[in-house]
């Protein structure tokens, strides 16, 4: 074999293998939505972000700081738990009022496997059905398909370095031991790139943000034109018709940050931002009227 393409053989292995260690990271972000799942919208579903942070002891074992905010500006966290990932790629949590942990995953796994998930599902196991491989964003990820035994007609998928589609602490199927209900896995983003999103409500990363300033969101983004996604220059926001309302856009981070801010007076349907500064990334734009009704749509901005 070529000496050349056997040492990039070698270094690709390398470089799968340390991507495929970095399961707990300060530098990811999950967005998780609760309520209906099936058929979800902004205006009946809520959702929480989860960040980890922080090493810290309890009871001789050293963990990270699961992290949980409500607030859509993510300007306040809760500690909701701790989590550590081991070198055989089993991740264990302990939330803050249990006395002791639970595996929550086993990246580890082979197809075939029958995983005992202590953290919700106690009483049964789940089956590895089979484990594929794809890429993203050019990240090759796993991608674990599990069967709950007990129920068999209900599934699960992980995926490698952000976690069960059910929520980021929901490994072990929160959905499958609760009556009623559900959660499930929204937005996931690493280093403020978007690297997932939920297909069940497109483009959003928070649902209900009317939680955090009692503003009623009784418009929908589809109502307005944003052009063009991704941008890279100018992005362009279209209104449907001429209102004697005024217009304000924002242009928030996905931490929260706001970054932008345009005032588009009454009568006028066009407005343009200049993004050509900001950082490449996923952002939030919000469109707020007078009458406080508002809408929201992630922009991804390329330069």
């Known amino acids: 074999m070529n000496h050349k393409i056997s040492s990039f053989i070698i270094l690709s292995l390398i470089v799968w293998e340390i991507s495929a260690q970095s399961f707990l990271s300060t530098n ?10 099936s058929g979800c919208s902004s205006y009946f579903c809520s959702s929480y972000y989860t960040k980890f942070d922080g090493d ?3 009871d001789g074992i050293r963990y990270m700081k699961a992290l949980r905010s409500d607030d859509q ?22 939330d803050i009022t249990a006395k002791e942990e639970c595996l929550l995953y086993d990246f580890g796994c082979k197809a075939g496997d029958t995983l005992f998930l202590n953290c919700v599902c106690r009483e049964s196991g789940f089956l590895v059905d089979s484990i594929k491989t794809f890429v993203n964003d050019g990240v090759a ?16 998928v992980w995926i490698e370095g952000i976690g069960s589609t059910l929520g980021i602490l929901n490994g072990g199927s929160f959905s499958h031991c609760m009556t009623g209900g559900g959660e499930a896995l929204l937005c996931f983003t ?7 999103q939920s297909p069940l409500v497109s483009n959003y990363c928070f649902l209900n943000p009317d939680i955090i300033d009692g503003i009623s969101p009784e418009k929908t983004i589809s109502e307005f034109k944003v052009y063009p996604n991704p941008v890279s220059g100018k992005l362009f926001v279209q209104f449907p018709a001429i209102t004697a309302e005024n217009y304000t856009l924002e242009l928030y981070s996905v931490k929260g940050e706001l970054v932008k801010t345009e005032c588009v007076e009454a009568f006028a349907n066009l407005c343009q931002i200049d993004v050509s500064s900001l950082r490449n990334g996923t952002y939030i734009l919000r469109v707020i009227l007078d009458s406080e009704k508002y809408a929201e749509e992630a ?5």
């Open 190 to 196: 690493e280093d403020g790139i978007k690297k997932y």
């Open 141 to 156: 990820r796993k991608y674990f398909y599990l069967t709950y035994l007990k129920i068999k007609t209900t599934k699960e």
């Open 56 to 58: 810290t002891l309890v």
């Open 28 to 37: 990811k972000l999950w967005s998780t939505m609760s309520g209906p799942v």
């Open 299 to 303: 922009i991804v901005i390329k330069q």
């Open 73 to 94: 500006q993510m300007k306040k966290w809760i500690i909701e738990g701790f989590i550590r990932e081991e070198t055989n790629k089993k991740v264990f949590y302990r």
